[in-house]
């Protein structure tokens, strides 16, 4: 593994092939092109790593990550097969069921922090989250994602996640909760929150963290 500097690399801006009202980064470097999956602040090296070892290794698929001036980010080769597709398209639809129940924790604990601590720093914990949430760039994108994640019957119109993107998602919600609310009383919110999920969701979230 190694990393590359942003000055070594060009990046364009070029219409999403999933949606052509919104807009992709296309990175070129030695003549492949490579699309953003994912950026880490600079204090999450590690999670960038853990993810280019998970495409890599589990995937067998080319990437790259590149040191930016405040993140790094995580680029994946073949523009035209992007590796993120529907949600409603992953072959294990139980990972589907863990991630609406990541939102609805995401919705339970983020209405904790407004209530205890204010708008602001609810604002702040939704926008470090959005770092481990692959495609989903705005707080407001982010509340439509959770709100149709509550509702079974609508299918989730974001790119899918991994099983190793889960992972990292639910480390940065434990490690979040903490860093605003403190650990011991994450925990429990976190149980209560639990216990409060859609017996199918609950029931796929807890077979899922018995294998973490």
Same mark, same amino acid.
């Given at each position: 593994?190694?990393?590359?500097?942003?000055?070594?690399?060009?990046?364009?801006?070029?219409?999403?092939?999933?949606?052509?009202?919104?807009?992709?980064?296309?990175?070129?470097?030695?003549?492949?092109?490579?699309?953003?999956?994912?950026?880490?602040?600079?204090?999450?090296?590690?999670?960038?790593?853990?993810?280019?070892?998970? /495409?890599?290794?589990?995937?067998?698929?080319?990437?790259?990550?590149?040191?930016?001036?405040?993140?790094?980010?995580?680029?994946?080769?073949?523009?035209?097969?992007?590796?993120?597709?529907?949600?409603?398209?992953?072959?294990?639809?139980?990972?589907?069921?863990?991630?609406?129940?990541?939102?609805? /924790?995401?919705?339970?604990?983020?209405?904790?922090?407004?209530?205890?601590?204010?708008?602001?720093?609810?604002?702040?914990?939704?926008?470090?989250?959005?770092?481990?949430?692959?495609?989903?760039?705005?707080?407001?994108?982010?509340?439509?994602?959770?709100?149709?994640?509550?509702?079974?019957?609508?299918?989730?119109?974001?790119?899918?996640?991994?099983?190793?993107?889960?992972?990292?998602?639910?480390?940065?919600?434990?490690?979040?909760?903490?860093?605003?609310?403190?650990?011991?009383?994450?925990?429990?919110?976190?149980?209560?929150?639990?216990?409060?999920?859609?017996?199918?969701?609950?029931?796929?979230?807890?077979?899922?963290?018995?294998?973490?």
């Amino acid at each position: 593994m190694f990393i590359i500097n942003i000055q070594d690399v060009q990046i364009v801006e070029i219409l999403d092939p999933k949606n052509p009202n919104q807009k992709a980064f296309v990175l070129d470097y030695l003549n492949r092109k490579y699309l953003l999956l994912q950026v880490f602040p600079l204090s999450r090296l590690d999670s960038a790593q853990s993810l280019w070892r998970h /495409l890599t290794d589990d995937r067998s698929q080319v990437c790259l990550i590149v040191k930016e001036h405040q993140q790094y980010s995580v680029w994946v080769e073949n523009i035209q097969k992007p590796v993120a597709t529907n949600l409603a398209d992953l072959a294990d639809p139980r990972l589907e069921s863990v991630f609406r129940a990541q939102m609805c /924790l995401i919705d339970g604990l983020w209405a904790e922090v407004r209530e205890l601590l204010g708008q602001n720093q609810a604002a702040a914990f939704g926008t470090e989250l959005l770092v481990s949430i692959p495609t989903i760039s705005s707080l407001k994108d982010l509340l439509a994602a959770i709100a149709i994640a509550m509702q079974p019957d609508k299918s989730i119109d974001i790119y899918a996640i991994s099983g190793q993107q889960l992972s990292i998602l639910y480390q940065e919600i434990q490690r979040l909760g903490g860093k605003y609310l403190g650990k011991n009383y994450t925990k429990e919110l976190l149980g209560d929150l639990q216990r409060q999920l859609l017996p199918r969701l609950k029931n796929s979230f807890q077979a899922w963290l018995l294998k973490q």
